[in-house]
């Protein structure tokens, strides 16, 4: 059991929290929480400084956003990555959803004192997910003490606490689809190195500070199953409605997931459905049954593979395990659909690179005569129609085959590629 969090961190109203109307009169604003969870211990000069950075980001958060009744609830979990020099960002992403659903948060930032593996990069300080409204912090390249000497042990913890906050803050603006800036010293310009997040002043730029007012607005609106209008509603409609209702951040969430790299990421799906490519275009009785099929039917051939292995990959690699007992929420549509739109995505662009190679190889090396040979069963020479038939068929067979090799993807690895949106 997470123990009990310090009264100070717990959610609380406010005399802040109240506006006024155009009368006057006080009216509340809307609420958005933000859970921090320790995972794992942490020693006394990290604990004061996450004290100190906890209460820089929630300043911070208050003086940029006024509009807004934040709270930060906090809990710690010792018993997580205890020991561990590297933790799977994955994994961390794992504990904050669990938390920010049983919780009901908006928001969720783990933290924790080990390192963060990095799959694309050499070293992470943090892994957002927006699909899952969580990020990941590491403290382990944060620490001062690591690098710069003649610091006294309050500038120590005072600049390991702004590093901290900043890095908390540049991983919120991630969550709410922010974009990198250039602004020197913004919230939102990449760190390279933990010694970057020394000059950021905490603050985001006009145009940052204005697109994330407009999400987190959103985010602070009642939730589907907090109205009486959705209680009636069937699972099938409850979540049409909360596609419809929620498309934008559902855009946002893909974009943030990019899955038109996932075949270059995932290799051993690449492999597979490439391999199949060149066993098919190098045999006769594919070229033979490929040219002959009405394009229609291999249009609907491939929407059902893109369909079917998005699916396959969805369950074998349990992006989205099912987690019984837990009462249906708009956020949990929302990152499903998601995550199925992402993948969906990522095969799709795999299908455009099968299909647009076999017709290039075609062009390259297949010249009429050798195509005419093999596509006997042909009334007329073989035209572009005939090839781009053949090479749809091509790309959906591929990417069936793609499908079974990317189910021996390492499902850590696969999770980490569908759910961080950046090695930060």
Do not use: C
């Not at 690098?147 to 991983?171: D, N, V």
Request: no cysteine; net charge negative; glycine share 6%.
């Amino acid at each position: 059991m997470p123990d009990v969090p310090p009264v100070s961190d717990l959610p609380r109203p406010e005399a802040a929290d109240l506006g006024a109307d155009a009368g006057g009169a006080p009216v509340a604003k809307p609420d958005v929480v933000v859970g921090w969870v320790q995972a794992g211990p942490l020693d006394d000069d990290q604990r004061e400084a996450f004290r100190q950075a906890r209460e820089r980001f929630r300043e911070a958060l208050r003086a940029e956003l006024p509009d807004f009744a934040w709270a930060f609830p906090f809990v710690r979990r010792r018993d997580l990555t205890s020991g561990e020099a590297e933790v799977e960002p994955v994994d961390l992403l794992d504990i904050g959803a669990t938390e920010r659903r049983v919780l009901g948060w908006d928001f969720a930032i783990v933290v924790s004192a080990s390192d963060l593996h990095a799959w694309f990069r050499p070293f992470a300080l943090a892994a957002p997910s927006q699909a899952l409204d969580v990020a990941a912090l590491s403290l382990a390249r944060l620490d001062p003490v690591t690098r710069e000497r003649g610091l006294s042990p309050e500038q120590r913890t005072s600049r390991f606490a702004h590093r901290i906050a900043a890095l908390a803050l540049h991983t919120f603006g991630h969550l709410n689809g922010l974009d990198h800036s250039d602004t020197p010293g913004a919230v939102m310009t990449p760190p390279h190195n933990s010694a970057d997040l020394d000059a950021s002043t905490l603050a985001f730029t006009a145009a940052n500070r204005a697109e994330i007012k407009a999400e987190i607005a959103d985010v602070a609106d009642p939730r589907m199953e907090e109205e009486r209008a959705f209680e009636r509603l069937g699972d099938v409609a409850f979540a049409v409605r909360a596609v419809l209702l929620n498309w934008s951040d559902v855009a946002d969430t893909v974009l943030q997931i990019r899955p038109w790299r996932f075949p270059f990421q995932l290799s051993k799906l690449t492999t597979a459905a490439f391999s199949t490519l060149v066993v098919l275009v190098m045999t006769a009785e594919a070229w033979d049954l490929g040219t002959r099929q009405p394009l229609a039917v291999v249009a609907a051939l491939s929407a059902a593979a893109i369909a079917g292995t998005s699916a396959y990959l969805v369950r074998k690699q349990g992006l989205l395990a099912r987690r019984h007992g837990h009462a249906r929420t708009e956020q949990q549509v929302v990152q499903a659909a998601s995550i199925l739109l992402a993948l969906g995505l990522g095969m799709s662009t795999t299908w455009v690179l099968l299909f647009g190679t076999t017709v290039l190889v075609r062009l390259l090396f297949f010249d009429s005569a050798i195509l005419s040979g093999w596509a006997a069963s042909l009334d007329g020479p073989v035209e572009m129609l005939n090839v781009f038939a053949f090479a749809g068929f091509v790309a959906a067979l591929g990417l069936g085959v793609g499908a079974l090799g990317g189910s021996f993807e390492d499902q850590t690895y696969f999770r980490h590629v569908a759910y961080v949106d950046e090695e930060t």
